[in-house]
Nanobody, 121 residues
Framework: QLQASGGGLVQAGGSLRLSCAAS????????MGWFHQAPGKEREFVAV???????YYGDSVKGRFTISRDNAKNTVYLQMTGLKPEDTAIYYC?????????????????WGQGTEVTVSS
C-alpha cells in the first residue's frame, strides 16, 4: 500500500515536499516513481529513483524537483521548488519491481491514492 501526502496550494515560485509511505512490502526491492495527472490529461512522468539512489527526471522538472528515498522509513520524497502553474495536478507515487528507471505508467505495479498540488499565478 502506498500513501501519498504533502500536496496543497502554493504560489508560483514556491516549494512543496511530497511524501509517499509504503507498507506491506519490501520497500527496498522497488523502484519508486512520481507521476502527475492534470484534469483531462494522461498521467505523466515526473521522476523515478532506484533503491540505490539512481534517479531520472522528466524534462519539465529537471533542475527544479528532486526525488529521494529513505529505505529505512519506507518512504519516497519529491522536493518541488520553483513551482509553476503548469505543475498543477494530482501527484501519484508508483512502485515497480523491475530494476530499471521507467517513465512508463503501465510498468508500475502499485499506485498511491494521489495528492493534489495547485500552483497559483
Amino acid at each position: 500500500q502506498l500513501q501519498a501526502s504533502g500536496g496543497g496550494l502554493v504560489q508560483a515560485g514556491g516549494s512543496l515536499r511530497l511524501s509517499c509511505a509504503a507498507s506491506g512490502c519490501t520497500f527496498s526491492r522497488y523502484v519508486m516513481g512520481w507521476f502527475h495527472q492534470a484534469p483531462g490529461k494522461e498521467r505523466e512522468f515526473v521522476a523515478v529513483v532506484k533503491s540505490g539512489g539512481s534517479t531520472y527526471y522528466g524534462d519539465s522538472v529537471k533542475g527544479r524537483f528532486t526525488i529521494s528515498r529513505d529505505n529505512a522509513k519506507n518512504t519516497v520524497y519529491l522536493q518541488m521548488t520553483g513551482l509553476k502553474p503548469e505543475d498543477t495536478a494530482i501527484y501519484y507515487c508508483g512502485a515497480n519491481r523491475r530494476d530499471f528507471l521507467s517513465s512508463t505508467p503501465s510498468i508500475y505495479d502499485y499506485w498511491g491514492q494521489g495528492t493534489e498540488v495547485t500552483v497559483s499565478s
